[in-house]
């Protein structure tokens, strides 16, 4: 009885940290921008202004969701099976938003010679200190689902066939 208690105390607080990982890469990416003038031009960034910074925002604000309501299910039930495999699809999710973000977040920082894009971020230090910070905390979630995924797994699968 008392090691099922841990594995529900060890998962709430792995599916609790990935809630505010998750949630804090939605909010902060999603309140990033910044506007500047450069050579008596306005120019305007907003994480809205690039799709995968758009899907970065959905996927994490997705996840946090998700890992709320699974803070309020049961440990014990016959839906664990498919949380596990949620959790899987979650995971995924989460690493290709944080990849489609990277090589923009990349993009905006370096540029691209070969493509003839400047980088961004020498005339909007704030927005890219906001993205990497979104991103930062992006990664975060995702390293802690890769570690509830696991540990959900081996609770799960491993522990009670022993």
């Known amino acids: 009885m ?3 208690n841990t594995d529900r105390i060890c998962s709430l607080v792995l599916r609790l940290l990935a809630f505010g990982a998750t949630l804090s890469a939605a909010i902060v990416m999603a309140t990033s921008h910044e506007r500047t003038t450069y050579f008596s031009v306005s120019v305007e960034a907003k994480y809205s202004h690039t799709p995968a910074f758009k899907y970065f925002v959905i996927a994490n604000a997705i996840g946090s969701a998700y890992s709320f309501l699974l803070l309020f ?3 014990h039930g ?3 099976p498919l949380v596990i ?4 699809v979650i995971t995924m999710f989460l690493t290709s938003s944080i990849s489609a973000a990277l090589s923009i977040a990349y993009v905006g920082k370096k540029g691209n010679s070969y493509a003839g894009w400047l980088p961004i971020c020498d005339q909007v230090p704030n927005y890219c ?3 990497s910070g979104a991103l930062a905390a992006g990664f975060i979630g995702v390293v802690l689902y890769m570690v509830l995924l696991q540990y959900s797994i ?3 699968c491993c522990k009670s066939s022993s």
Do not use: E
């Open 2 to 4: 008392m090691a099922k």
């Open 85 to 88: 495999a949620s959790d899987v």
């Open 154 to 156: 081996y609770t799960k």
């Open 78 to 80: 016959s839906l664990w």
């Open 129 to 131: 200190h906001h993205v």
């Open 73 to 75: 299910l049961p440990s």
